[in-house]
């Protein structure tokens, strides 16, 4: 029994970096999972229910801006995977990871799948489920700095986005360490 693992948010200026893992049964098929990225919106809000409620185990885990800013995108987002797999319930026997990283110190062998979200059903449910997750947080911050325009581009670094930083600045959401806030910071320090 394996789990897939992906993450969401390794891109944007703003918000957490979300990770996933997933179990599927394989006596309960979820047709049409993909990677998240060529999926709409509502396409992933169904298939995001369609996992919970068909998979074997499914959990979702974050590393937070603090930590992203702390540690760098890249550990945040392994750091985030071993949050994952880590509750998992039933624990799998392995895990298959989209990309070429693998996180340290996880409860059981892991093989790296370059593209596996294109390829690995449940790495497809896993990267699903992290980015609904995450879209959902961002809509939170939307409410949260309504100027902002999180709800339109999820944090990652449009016009829109850059031009609402330049305006109104930085928020506690973003993060710190990426060069877009960073210098803003820094030009405001002067």
Known sequence: ???GVDEAGRGPLAG???AAAVILDPERPIAGLAD???????RRDYLAT???GKALAWAVAAANVAEIDQFNI???SLLAMRRAVAVLDPAPRQVLIDGNRIPHDLPCPAEAV??????????SAASILAKTTRDAELLQLAQ???QYGFERHKGYPTRDHLAALQRFGVT??????FAPVRRLLSASAI
Do not use: E, F
């Open 1 to 3: 029994m394996y789990a």
């Open 16 to 18: 957490p970096v979300v």
């Open 36 to 42: 998240s990225k060529t999926l709409s919106a509502a």
């Open 50 to 52: 369609l996992i919970k």
């Open 74 to 76: 890249l550990q945040a």
């Open 114 to 123: 370059v593209g596996g979200d294109r390829y690995v059903a449940a790495i």
């Open 144 to 146: 949260l700095y309504p």
């Open 172 to 177: 506690p959401a973003h993060r710190r360490s």
